[in-house]
Antibody, heavy 115, light 109 residues
Framework: EVQLVESGGGLVQPGGSLRLSCAAS????????ATWVRQAPGKGLEWVAN????????YYVDSVKGRFTISRDNAKNSLYLQMYSLRAEDTAVYYC????????WGQGTLVTVSS | QAVVTQEPSLTVSPGGTVTLTCGSS?????????PYWFQQRPGQAPKTLIY???NKHSWTPARFSGSLLGDKAALTLSGAQPEDEAEYYC?????????FGGGTKLTVL
């Protein structure tokens, strides 16, 4: 069974840091680009970042450049998002996605940035 | 970064046909944007319906189809079912960052 399971979300103060993880199983994770997408409460989807199969290319939405870092460990079938200098507007459910054509999505992990 | 536009809301009658569109602030949407369409029901993760303009996944109901319509990407639902009531998002791939549209809330009524 194909699964993407996010973890690492929680409550963090403004200016704080958090590292999200996404564990993949049931497919060859290393074959595909992988992506983080977020959704603020009651809002639409926002593409955050993605990473090439071998980690050699990474792209970010402007609002997180310099604050977030996407990475992966293919040996552990895992995707990560290191988030620094968090702001209230980063509050969202964070989804990981991978596959040939966005085939697979996790169920999301909630990040709340609040004092 | 580019802005991707969708109708905020649409209504379709059960059994009816509706077309959702997806435009780009940079100009015409082409196959080179590899348009994607996603369905999201309340409280659930998104589900990918269409990729690369018109390709379907194995789980995509046959009543959904994707195309280019004028200068936009389009998702057509033919024979709407009550379970199709959901939010629909398009995604366009630009060189580097990808951009979602704001979503269309589809009501089946």
């Amino acid at each position: 069974e194909v699964q993407l399971v996010e973890s690492g979300g929680g409550l963090v103060q403004p200016g704080g840091s958090l590292r999200l993880s996404c564990a993949a199983s049931g497919f060859i994770f290393s074959d595909y680009w992988a992506t983080w997408v977020r959704q603020a409460p009651g809002k639409g989807l926002e593409w955050v970042a993605n990473i090439r199969q071998d980690g050699s290319e990474k792209y970010y939405v402007d609002s997180v450049k310099g604050r977030f870092t996407i990475s992966r460990d293919n040996a552990k079938n895992s995707l990560y998002l290191q988030m620094y200098s968090l702001r209230a507007e980063d509050t969202a459910v964070y989804y990981c996605e991978a596959g040939h054509a966005a085939d697979y999505w996790g169920q999301g992990t909630l990040v709340t940035v609040s004092s | 970064q580019a802005v991707v536009t969708q109708e905020p809301s649409l209504t379709v009658s059960p059994g009816g046909t509706v077309t959702l569109t997806c435009g780009s602030s940079t100009g015409a949407v082409t196959s080179g944007h590899y348009p994607y369409w996603f369905q999201q029901r309340p409280g659930q993760a998104p589900k990918t319906l269409i990729y690369d303009t018109s390709n379907k996944h194995s789980w995509t109901p046959a009543r959904f189809s994707g195309s280019l319509l004028g200068d936009k990407a389009a998702l057509t639902l033919s024979g709407a079912q009550p379970e199709d009531e959901a939010e629909y998002y398009c995604l366009l791939l630009y060189s580097g960052p990808w951009v979602f549209g704001g979503g269309t809330k589809l009501t089946v009524l």
